[in-house]
């Protein structure tokens, strides 16, 4: 499946902001779906990821983010809301079909295809 991710952009802190991940070639119904993050001088992080009909979160985007998909659309998004200087990133979306646990998803290393990343920046 190949992932094109999209909407990122400036925001305020407290502000809100949806990126998109558009999926060709397969059905994203046919994947966990997840979006990871890449601050400068850190290694990429798991943010959220949907599967099935369950959503998984970084502890610190808990109530503030929300991962959904669009089967009709095969597309994956992100809201965010309560934007915080600290989720200033570049954001991923990624696609894995070998997972089955939660601990799973949250490995980067278990997903083999991903978007080429869309930036964030919330300022303060």
């Known amino acids: 499946v190949q992932l094109q991710a999209s909407g990122g952009g400036w925001v305020e802190a407290g502000g809100s902001l949806t990126i998109s991940c558009a999926a060709s070639?397969?059905?994203?119904?046919?994947?966990?779906m997840a979006w990871f993050r890449q601050a400068p001088g850190k290694e990429r992080e798991f943010v959220a990821a949907t599967a099935g009909r369950d959503t998984y979160y970084l502890d610190s985007v808990k109530g503030r983010f929300t991962i959904s998909r669009d089967n009709a659309k095969n597309t994956v998004y992100l809201q965010m809301n309560s934007l915080k200087p600290e989720d200033t990133a570049v954001y991923y979306c990624?696609?894995?079909?070998?997972?089955?646990?939660?601990?799973?998803?949250?490995?980067?290393?278990?997903?083999?295809?991903w978007g080429q990343g869309t930036q964030v920046t919330v300022s303060s």
């Open positions: 070639g397969r059905a994203v119904s046919s994947y966990i």
């Open positions: 990624a696609a894995t079909s070998r997972c089955s646990n939660s601990w799973c998803y949250r490995r980067r290393f278990e997903y083999d295809s």
